[in-house]
C-alpha cells in the first residue's frame, strides 16, 4: 500500500472547519508553574474573558472585539489565578480568564454571547474563534476537575494550566480530550443522514458518537453507524477533525462505505434517518430544498464531509 503524502493538498481539509483557525504559538515545552504570572506582567498581555459557556464581547466599529488588556478587564471581576496561558501571539501572551460579572451586569458596551453563536454568526475571526476554542475547553476541564480523583484533595494549578497537582498525594492530571467520531456512510450516489430530537427545523446532519476506550476510530465509525442506522460498513477513511468546546471533544470526520440499503433506525437516538441522493443534498446546501430540508451551517465539520461528497462527482 503507498502512502500518498506527496499527493496530499497543501492545505489538509481540516483547515476549513470552525474553530481551526487557531495561530497562538502554544510553546508547549516552556510551560512553567509561573508562566501565567509572567505573561500577566507582560504590559502586551491579551485577554479571552469567558462566563458560564459565553465569551464577553467588545462594540467596537460596528463590529465585535473579544480581546481585552489586563487593567480593563478588572471591573468585570475576573478571576487572573484561574486563567490559563494559551500561549504567544505575534503582539504578546494570550490568556483565557473566567469573568464573574454575570451578563445582565455588564455594561453596554459589552455584550455575553454563547460560544456557539459567536462561531455560528462569524462575530469573530478565524484566529479568534480557534483561540476561543482553546480556552473554553481548558476552562471547562478546570472547572469539572478541580478536586484530585486519586484522594478527593482539591488540586492546583500548573504549568500555565495545562496540568493540576494534587498538593496531598502528588497526583498529576492533565486536561482531557473526548474523541467524537463523526461519519458520513455514502456511496457515488447517495449519503445516509440522519435527524436528531434537538436539531433546528429541516437540518440533517452525519451521524457521531463517542469513541470508547480500546477502540480505534474505524471500529467506532462502524459500531456507531451500525447502532443508530443498521447499516453494516466496509471501508472507512479518515477525512478531516474538529475542535469542539463542548465542552472539550475532538470531531473526527471519516467516510464509510455501506454494505447493506436497509435502515433500521435507532428511534431513541433519531428522529429519522434516511439516504438521499446527491441533487437533493446539493440543494439542502444552498438552502434551495423544496421542503425546506438544510444541511448544518458551513464552519461544522458535518457540513465539510457532507460538502466534500456532494462536490466529488
Not at 508547549?28 to 500577566?40: C, F, G, K, Q
Not at 478571576?79 to 460579572?101: C, M, N
Request: hydrophobic share 40%; glycine share 10%.
Amino acid at each position: 500500500m503507498s502512502i500518498r503524502l506527496f499527493d496530499a493538498p497543501l492545505r489538509e481539509p481540516s483547515q476549513f472547519v470552525g474553530f481551526a483557525g487557531n495561530v497562538i504559538d502554544r510553546q508547549s515545552e516552556n510551560r512553567a508553574d509561573d508562566s501565567v504570572e509572567m505573561a500577566l506582567a507582560d504590559p502586551s498581555v491579551r485577554l479571552l474573558l469567558m462566563h458560564g459557556g459565553r465569551l464577553y464581547l467588545k462594540l467596537r466599529d460596528g463590529g465585535f472585539d473579544p480581546w481585552f488588556g489586563a487593567e480593563e478587564s478588572q471591573p468585570l471581576q475576573v478571576s487572573l489565578d484561574h486563567g490559563v496561558l494559551l500561549g504567544f501571539s505575534d503582539s504578546g501572551p494570550v490568556l483565557a480568564v473566567p469573568a464573574g460579572l454575570d451578563p445582565e451586569q455588564l455594561p453596554e458596551s459589552i455584550k455575553a454571547i454563547d460560544y456557539r453563536s459567536v462561531y455560528m454568526q462569524g462575530l469573530i475571526d478565524e484566529a479568534a474563534a480557534g483561540a476561543m476554542a482553546q480556552g473554553a475547553a481548558l476552562l471547562a476541564w478546570h472547572a469539572s476537575h478541580r478536586f484530585c480523583s486519586k484522594c478527593g484533595t482539591e488540586a492546583e494549578m500548573r504549568a500555565g494550566g495545562y496540568k493540576r497537582l494534587c498538593p496531598a498525594c502528588a497526583a498529576e492530571h492533565f486536561p482531557r480530550t473526548d474523541p467524537v467520531a463523526i461519519m458520513l456512510t455514502a456511496t457515488r450516489e447517495k449519503c445516509l443522514l440522519g435527524r436528531g430530537r434537538h436539531f433546528a427545523p429541516g437540518m440533517y446532519s452525519a451521524l457521531a458518537g463517542f469513541i470508547e476506550p480500546g477502540e480505534t476510530i474505524e471500529a467506532a465509525v462502524r459500531r456507531e453507524t451500525l447502532e443508530e442506522a443498521g447499516i453494516r460498513l466496509g471501508r472507512v477513511v479518515y477525512h478531516a477533525s474538529q475542535p469542539w468546546p463542548f465542552p472539550y471533544s475532538l470531531m473526527i470526520g471519516c467516510f464509510g462505505e455501506p454494505l447493506n440499503d436497509d435502515i433500521q433506525a435507532d428511534l431513541n437516538e433519531l428522529e429519522d434517518c434516511r439516504w438521499f441522493f446527491r441533487d437533493e443534498v446539493l440543494s439542502m446546501l444552498a438552502r434551495e430544498h423544496p421542503g425546506g430540508l438544510v444541511t448544518p451551517p458551513k464552519g461544522a465539520i458535518a457540513y465539510n464531509l457532507i460538502r466534500a461528497w456532494a462536490d466529488s462527482a
